[in-house]
């Protein structure tokens, strides 16, 4: 047919559409960081206007981010899948400097505990995409305070992004609950749905051996509120 002919032109026009914006997205953002390293409520009238700003320009980053990762799994050239070894420490310094002004501007204190020996087979972009994303989540639970943990449980990765907050809404924890199906989450009424979604198809993308890489959530932890948890082969 005819519209199946031009499909595979339209899927590389759409990701280098969504490529584009998350690069456009990626300047402002860059900008209200600058604007607001530095300033505080005190010095800027619109400093907390302009915290919100950043905080929905993420949101947007990630959702291009998750279209991104949709062609990477479907493997189409200029946006290969591409796995490598990495620290997973560096991996946690890109994650941090990404999160630094948006957490300072919402006055939220980000504990690490990260294992500096350990090294991951990941695809670098994907995966410091994936936990942005659910540090950003966090940011709408927790009340002052998040932790981003990693180490080796069980001969797999485990990255742990926990809050202080009250905790998931029982919707979400049944969406994120390995084998409840994707049916569980309404994409109209639950934009964190669709980031799990796709966070979910990132880790499953991680193959090895017989694993594949999963996400869940909880509510509990060491923080008492939500837990996103990423494990990879």
Same mark, same amino acid.
């Given at each position: 047919?005819? *519209?199946? +002919? +031009? #499909?595979?032109?339209?899927?590389?026009?759409?990701? #280098?559409?969504? +490529?584009?914006?998350?690069?456009?997205?990626?300047?402002? #953002?860059? @900008?209200?960081?600058?604007?607001? *390293?530095?300033?505080?409520?005190? @010095? $800027?009238? =619109?400093?907390? /206007?302009? =915290? /919100?700003?950043?905080?929905? @320009?993420?949101? &947007?980053? *990630?959702?291009?981010?998750?279209?991104?990762?949709?062609?990477?799994?479907?493997?189409?050239? !200029?946006?290969?899948? *591409?796995?490598?070894?990495?620290?997973? !420490?560096? &991996?946690?310094?890109?994650?941090?400097?990404?999160?630094?002004?948006? &957490?300072? #501007?919402? !006055?939220? @204190?980000? $504990?690490?505990d990260v294992d500096p020996e350990l090294i991951a087979h990941v695809d670098e972009d994907l995966i410091v995409g994936v936990v942005s994303h659910a540090v950003n989540n966090a940011l709408h639970y927790t009340r002052d305070r998040i932790r981003l943990s990693a180490r080796e449980v069980d001969g797999d990765l485990e990255i742990r992004v926990e809050d202080n907050g009250a905790g998931f809404p029982p919707a979400l924890l049944a969406a994120g609950t390995p084998g409840s199906g994707d049916s569980g989450v309404n994409f109209l009424t639950n934009s964190a749905g669709l980031g799990l979604y796709f966070s979910g198809e990132v880790a499953r993308m991680h193959r090895h051996r017989e694993r594949s890489g999963a996400v869940r959530l909880e509510n509990g932890g060491s923080l008492g509120g939500g837990c996103f948890i990423l494990t990879l082969p």
């Open positions: 047919m005819e *519209d199946s +002919h +031009h #499909s595979p032109e339209l899927f590389l026009f759409l990701a #280098s559409t969504a +490529h584009d914006m998350k690069n456009s997205i990626s300047v402002l #953002s860059g @900008t209200l960081e600058r604007l607001l *390293d530095g300033a505080s409520p005190e @010095t $800027e009238k =619109a400093y907390a /206007q302009m =915290a /919100q700003m950043l905080y929905q @320009t993420r949101r &947007l980053n *990630d959702n291009l981010m998750q279209l991104l990762a949709l062609y990477k799994q479907v493997g189409k050239p !200029g946006y290969p899948f *591409d796995v490598q070894p990495l620290e997973v !420490g560096q &991996l946690v310094e890109q994650v941090v400097a990404l999160e630094r002004v948006l &957490l300072e #501007s919402r !006055g939220v @204190t980000l $504990e690490l």
